[in-house]
């Protein structure tokens, strides 16, 4: 990749499916790669924290295969090459991804962490728009000079920022805490007592994984309720409709895809049969030995695996105080209201495959119509 330095039109962070997404159209509208832009093109740098192609896939545990997952949406303009089911999807995706990236020469610097972005006081102070500085790290974590930038695409996804609840107690359990992002195999797990907490469908699949090999208790804040039939584009507008509606409202948001509910399938209709969906209400605390349960019983556990979801990652976009008195972040379209230079992708309605590739086009197509009223930075 080349140095990340001088002005570009627009930065994106993140090289998943939004990012990717993004990128693609950027570039197919005759945005140029920063290096090759001539004077008077539009420019971009892509940055991604990831040591290869795949966003957060390159980091799925190996059972989540290409028949387990949910349901991936492809790439704008490229068909998924016929995947094998048994494929794991952290091997499966990254491979379409690294042919995507080859095929649009869509050139993605990496290892590239952003850590901070922040208003560019030099132009600050000269009035107008100011310009955006984009502080990074590049490999072995080495800063890069500040790169400058009209606007900022952000896509940098979720799984940098695990969630645990906070709990009583919690600081002095003697066994081991683990969260999704932490989860390699069952057999890690073999004859132990092992809590899993939370209602959604990572929480299901660890169940019915970890509990061939150990004893499970499932503890959940509300009785799960599963669905018959399949999801269908309807659930899913449903879905999307009422996360789009809290992003209007500026109030913190999941993903999407914690939002669409559960399904039977015929593994979960099995795992019910041998009695392993016997969920517990969540426990009030967490004691050095294991949990004191809601009617007072302590529950021996050896490990607690938090399958309690994620956060947006923005923690970059800190200095540009963006958050509101409510904890979110008001969004239209995919524009940060109160400072549309930013735009989040993969952000609350736009959490999902399918939501980033939307969220890629609009956020093109909006940024673009924003920057026509200024010049090329290269110019
Ligand atoms: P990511 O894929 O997370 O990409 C973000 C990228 O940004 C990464 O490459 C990361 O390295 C980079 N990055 C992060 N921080 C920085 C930084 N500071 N500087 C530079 N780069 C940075 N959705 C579905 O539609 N179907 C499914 O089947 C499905 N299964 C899922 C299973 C699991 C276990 C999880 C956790 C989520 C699943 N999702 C699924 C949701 C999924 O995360 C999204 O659909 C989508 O893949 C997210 O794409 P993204 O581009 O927003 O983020």
């Known amino acids: 990749g080349g140095s990340v330095d001088g002005v570009v039109d627009v930065v994106v962070i993140g090289a998943g499916q939004a990012g990717l997404s993004a990128a693609h159209h950027l570039l197919r509208r005759g945005v140029r790669p920063a290096a090759l832009a001539a004077p008077g093109e539009r420019s971009v740098v892509i940055l991604d924290a990831g040591s290869g192609p795949g966003g957060a896939w390159r980091h799925r545990w190996d059972s ?23 494929d794991p999807a952290n091997r499966a995706v990254p491979e379409y991804f690294a042919d995507f990236e080859r095929r649009f020469e869509v050139p993605v610097q990496r290892p590239v962490r952003v850590v901070r972005v922040e208003d560019d006081q030099e132009t600050a102070a000269q009035g107008g728009t100011a310009l955006l500085r984009v502080h990074a790290l590049g490999p072995d974590a080495v800063p890069l000079p500040p790169l400058r930038t009209r606007a900022i695409l952000n896509a940098t996804g979720t799984w940098t920022r695990p969630f645990l609840p906070a709990t009583p107690g919690a600081a002095d359990f003697r066994g081991r805490q683990l969260h999704t992002v932490d989860y390699v195999r069952a057999a890690d797990f073999a004859g132990q007592r092992v ?36 999801f269908t584009q309807e659930d899913g507008r449903e879905a999307v409709a009422g996360v789009i509606e809290r992003v209007r409202q500026g109030l913190p948001v999941g993903s999407v895809v914690s939002n669409t509910g559960l399904r039977w399938t015929p593994a979960l209709r099995d795992a019910q049969r041998r009695g392993l969906l016997e969920r517990r209400p969540m426990f009030v605390r967490t004691t050095p030995d294991g949990v004191r349960e809601a009617d007072g019983t302590e529950t021996g556990l050896d490990t607690i695996l938090w399958a309690t979801g994620f956060r947006h990652e923005v923690r970059h976009l800190r200095p540009l105080g963006l958050h509101n008195a409510a904890g979110g ?34 956020a093109v197509t909006a940024l673009l119509a924003a920057l026509e009223r200024e010049p090329a930075v290269s110019a």
Do not use: C, K
């Not at 959490?351 to 890629?360: D, H, K, L, Q, V």
């Open 64 to 86: 989540l295969t290409m028949a387990t997952v949910n349901g991936i949406r492809e790439l704008p303009g490229m068909p998924v090459v016929e995947a094998d089911p048994a």
């Open 195 to 230: 809590g899993i907490v939370g209602g959604g469908i990572s929480a299901l699949g660890f169940l019915q994984e970890i509990a061939d090999v150990a004893e499970t208790f499932w503890y959940t804040r509300s009785e799960p309720v599963l669905e018959d039939g399949p």
């Open 329 to 362: 972040i008001a969004l239209d379209g995919t524009a940060v209201v109160s400072d549309p230079r930013i735009h989040l992708l993969g952000y609350g309605p736009s959490a999902s495959t399918i939501g980033a590739n939307r969220a890629g086009r609009a």
